[in-house]
């Protein structure tokens, strides 16, 4: 039979919290919505602030949150270079002050709880594809590090809470996500490819293009951190969940120059430190835990965000 859940979503009000708190809310959940906008707008969860079972708070979750709730998507924090670098402290602030707040009002509750955790933590990967038992290889020290070394400290917590405080936690390890709703200026390769496109500006690769990445279609990782959040307390992760069609950033780039009839050039700017080389999950673990595997194909979910992306342009 089905009963409702109280339903706690930090960063609700960014890209993927708010196509999480859109799906939760049509399964017949009650959301509070907690963000504090630093990346997140109110405009991308417009639509459901009339919703009577949709609640709003703003709240940076660097500081205590008393409330009653029976889950717990911790997802803020933010996530391309630009953002997460522009204030650096800020950021290991929010993942891992964040992650003990969270952690200690599950605590309090006794609420399942779920980290939306990163392939960043992999770093920049020796092994390939990337396996949820591979350590990773991060630079502690570098521009990348308040975001990788934050998440990875915050999975440090999320376990430590379940050894000591027998909390029941789902630690997912995210690959590259693309949607509608990504902030426009976030630098991240997908808007900014959509955007320069339909701009007819040049295509800014970072290094050769080399690079490879595995976009995941946002519908197809929510799905699979829903499934995650619902299995049974013995399942904890890390869970790598993510697309595997690996693709070198040109491809991606001539991909999106063909499906938006643009007359952009590709350029070549300087690639980023510690850019990490490639990257692909091996996403077994899902399979077998989950029966998940993405469903989008990479056209189709870009067909999507570019309509996004013209209608936002077009004002
Ligand atoms: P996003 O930047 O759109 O969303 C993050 C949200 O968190 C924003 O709404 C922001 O305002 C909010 N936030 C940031 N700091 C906060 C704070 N201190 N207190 C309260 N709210 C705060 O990014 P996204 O792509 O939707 O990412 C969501 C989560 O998924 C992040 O934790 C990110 O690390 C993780 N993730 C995303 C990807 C991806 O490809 N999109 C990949 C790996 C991991
Ligand atoms: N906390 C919170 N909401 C709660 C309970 C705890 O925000 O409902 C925060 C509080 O700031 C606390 C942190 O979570 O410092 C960790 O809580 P925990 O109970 O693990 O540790 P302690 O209270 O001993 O610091
Ligand atoms: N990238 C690029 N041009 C851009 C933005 C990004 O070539 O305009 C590259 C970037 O160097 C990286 C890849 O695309 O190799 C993915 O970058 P993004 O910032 O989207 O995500 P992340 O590096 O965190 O995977």
Request: overall charge neutral; aromatic content about 10%.
């Amino acid at each position: 039979m089905f009963s409702a859940k109280r339903i706690l979503v930090s960063g609700g009000a960014g890209f993927l919290g708010s196509h999480l708190c859109e799906r939760l809310l049509n399964e017949g959940h009650d959301i509070l919505c907690v963000d504090n906008y630093f990346t997140g707008t109110k405009a991308n969860i417009a639509h459901l602030l009339d919703h009577p079972r949709f609640e709003v708070m703003r709240h940076d979750v660097t500081f205590p949150l008393y409330v009653e709730v029976d889950e717990i998507y911790n997802l803020a924090c933010p996530a391309s270079p630009i953002h997460y670098q522009f204030d650096p402290v800020q950021t290991t602030k929010t993942s891992v002050h964040g992650a003990i707040n969270q952690l200690g009002l599950a605590k309090r509750v006794r609420a399942k709880i779920f980290l939306a955790s990163t392939s960043e933590v992999y770093g920049d990967p020796t092994e390939h594809p990337q396996t949820e038992s591979y350590r990773g290889n991060v630079n502690p020290i570098g521009p990348r590090a308040c975001y990788d070394e934050g998440k990875r400290a915050a999975e440090t917590l999320y376990f430590d809470y379940w050894r000591q405080h027998k909390l029941r936690i789902k630690v997912a390890r995210i690959f590259n996500t693309y949607g509608p709703r990504m902030h426009p200026n976030d630098g991240r390769v997908v808007s900014n490819f959509i955007i320069q496109a339909l701009q007819n500006e040049p295509i800014t690769l970072y290094g050769d293009g080399s690079q490879t990445r595995s976009f995941c279609y946002q519908s197809d990782l929510i799905e699979g951190w829903v499934r995650l959040m619902n299995t049974g307390d013995e399942v904890t992760g890390p869970v790598n969940i993510g697309n595997p069609h690996e693709m070198t950033v040109r491809e991606l780039a001539e991909t999106i120059v063909r499906l938006t009839g643009s007359k952009s050039d590709l350029i070549y700017k300087p690639l980023p430190q510690d850019d990490p080389t490639r990257r692909r999950p091996d996403i077994t673990l899902a399979k077998k835990l989950l029966d998940w595997e993405p469903k989008v194909a990479l056209e189709d979910g870009l067909k999507e965000t570019i309509a996004y992306f013209r209608k936002k342009l077009n004002g």
